[in-house]
């Protein structure tokens, strides 16, 4: 449709940082590092997937591992944009203590987005509370950034929706 299409991917579905740190009783910064390359197996999953549909991908990594993707060069992934491949943003902003939330929004302005959609893993919607667990949440049609942040709502991090606001960028979550 004449699009131009980026995607930030995550890696809560191989190792999610923060969680297992604990659980393992590694450094933050090491964990947040694995879980960074967790996003790089799943922006590879995905590279393959979309080409193996015709569609013309490139993997822009944060971290260099140039044997298996791009290192990620701005000026770079616009022209990519513009020739109209799909580009997939793996390996975080590279840096620990940084979600992939906060570099969906950092990417977006860099390439100066319309829009952000961000998928979320079984929400469709902001809500009051965790829908999964609390049955009594009730879905929001329309907040502003503010009222994400008042709430204290978790659909993204705060620094996230707080660069957001800064910048005006809407967003779209489902």
Known sequence: ???????????????????????????????????????????????DYFEMK??????SS?????????LYAPKRVLRHMEKGRIVIFAAGLGAPYFTTDSTAVQRALEMKADILIMAKNGIDGLYTADPKKDKTATRYDKLSYHEVLARDLKVM???????MRDNGIPIVVF
């Open 1 to 47: 449709a004449g699009h131009q299409v980026a995607l930030v991917v995550g890696g809560g579905n191989l190792f999610r940082g923060l969680e297992l740190t604990h659980e393992l009783n590694i450094d933050r910064a090491t964990g947040d590092y694995i879980g960074m390359l967790a996003t790089v197996q799943n922006a590879l999953v995905l590279r």
């Open 62 to 70: 944060a971290l260099t591992m140039l044997q298996i993707c791009e």
């Open 157 to 163: 991090d705060a620094s996230a929706v707080s660069l």
């Open 54 to 59: 015709g569609m013309e991908t490139r993997v």
